[in-house]
């Protein structure tokens, strides 16, 4: 997955998703370790530890268990320096984002299939489309319940273009103002 981009929606601000790089490392044959600082959470953060064929991850001394992408989601309360140990040793790193957004997308005929996770605790009604410049190719509304990893079929009204950005427009409830995540294709492995 690439480099990805949020924009907050209500304040105009950007917010970049990252990958934070770990401050130190250490790894020997069997266990992996990193001090991994994090900025502050706001709103529209979240955080995943990536440990590619990791059996096993600790963040803190605490366990922590992968979610349905393979990745590990950080709980909101911790510290801003934190200690991951991985199993076997291998690469870790952690990655910021928004709590909803787009995790993979793919072309079948006529249509996109966008993976879309939400990692808050309530349901999220999102509106999730693609478009190449000022065109909108499809769009499409789906509600996403918690804690879950969604597909949702957006109908193309154009062949897929060599170059285009899904969008993801998060609409603003209790737990969380409004923001829109956008993707190139290219980051997801599509023209």
């Known amino acids: 997955m690439g480099i990805l981009t949020v924009l907050i929606a209500l304040e105009l601000a950007v917010v970049a998703t990252a990958w934070i790089?770990?401050?130190s490392e250490e790894?020997?044959?069997q266990w992996s370790w990193a001090r991994v600082d994090t900025p502050p959470a706001g709103a529209a953060r979240h955080i995943e530890i990536e440990a590619p064929g990791a059996n096993r991850i600790w963040l803190n001394g605490q366990p922590l268990s992968p979610?349905?992408?393979?990745?590990?989601?950080?709980p909101w309360a911790i510290r801003k320096r934190n200690i991951v140990v991985r199993q076997p040793a291998g690469s870790i790193r952690a990655v910021i984002g928004p709590r909803v957004y787009i995790a993979a997308g793919r072309a079948e005929s006529g249509k996109l299939r966008?993976?879309?996770r939400n990692t808050l605790e309530n349901t999220a009604n999102v509106f999730?489309?693609?478009r190449r410049g000022e065109t909108t190719l499809g769009e499409t509304a789906a509600t996403v319940p918690p804690g879950v990893t969604q597909d949702i079929v957006i109908q193309l009204n154009a062949p897929l273009p060599d170059e285009a950005l899904f969008y993801l427009d998060k609409e603003a409830e209790a737990m969380e103002g409004a923001y829109?995540?956008?993707v190139s294709g290219a980051a997801l492995g599509l023209p």
Request: without cysteine; glycine residues 8%; positive net charge.
């Open 128 to 130: 999730a489309g693609l």
């Open 67 to 74: 979610n349905d992408l393979g990745r590990y989601d950080v």
């Open 114 to 116: 966008v993976t879309v």
């Open 27 to 29: 790894r020997t044959k």
């Open 180 to 182: 829109r995540h956008e």
């Open 21 to 23: 790089a770990p401050k």
